[in-house]
């Protein structure tokens, strides 16, 4: 006999094993489809993240950026915006570093800033230099082709007029993307 006591029907419990046996799969397979989909939502979440926004969430986070040429910067993130990253390097010496020129970041955790606002999104490169243009404030000026000493005059919408400290009263003009960053002395 098979025993299911000559009726032809299987007992009762091995119904509920095997109903039992498929709902079991079934909730692994969600469980994994569920994994699957956080993982995929996750890695399309990291794909939009921006530089600018890992750096905005980095302030008051100590950096070491390295710019074209390898010149490292060394300092803690005060500010930061779409164009460029402020550094405290101490000693009361700061560094404007546009992020065009930003070829690597040490310490940069993986927590980033909400995207920037439309007013925050405004403050570009030329109007950072200006603020130092206005405060007449002595300057060094590493650029791809060397580094320059003085003070910034006029900032135009894509490059800056530096009044030399040497030879005094001559000044030059360096477009914005050549600069890879306008330290304070």
Do not use: K, N
């Amino acid at each position: 006999m098979d025993g299911d006591g000559g009726t032809g029907r299987a007992p009762a419990g091995r119904w509920e094993q095997l109903f039992s046996d498929l709902e079991a799969q079934l909730a692994a397979g969600r469980a994994d489809e569920a994994r699957w989909d956080v993982a995929e939502l996750t890695r399309a979440e990291r794909a939009r993240v921006t530089l600018t926004d890992r750096l905005r969430g980095a302030i008051g986070t100590r950096l070491r950026v390295v710019t074209a040429h390898g010149e490292p910067l060394e300092g803690l993130v005060t500010e930061a915006a779409a164009q460029w990253l402020l550094l405290d390097l101490g000693a009361g010496r700061r560094a404007v570093v546009p992020t065009a020129a930003v070829r690597s970041v040490d310490g940069l955790g993986p927590r980033a800033a909400p995207p920037a606002g439309r007013l925050e999104s405004a403050l570009g490169l030329g109007h950072v230099l200006r603020a130092l243009a206005r405060d007449r404030v002595v300057v060094t000026v590493r650029t791809d082709a060397g580094t320059l000493a003085g003070r910034l005059d006029r900032v135009g919408a894509d490059h800056v007029d530096l009044t030399l400290e040497a030879p005094a009263g001559r000044w030059t003009t360096v477009p914005f993307a050549a600069l890879l960053a306008v330290v304070s002395r």
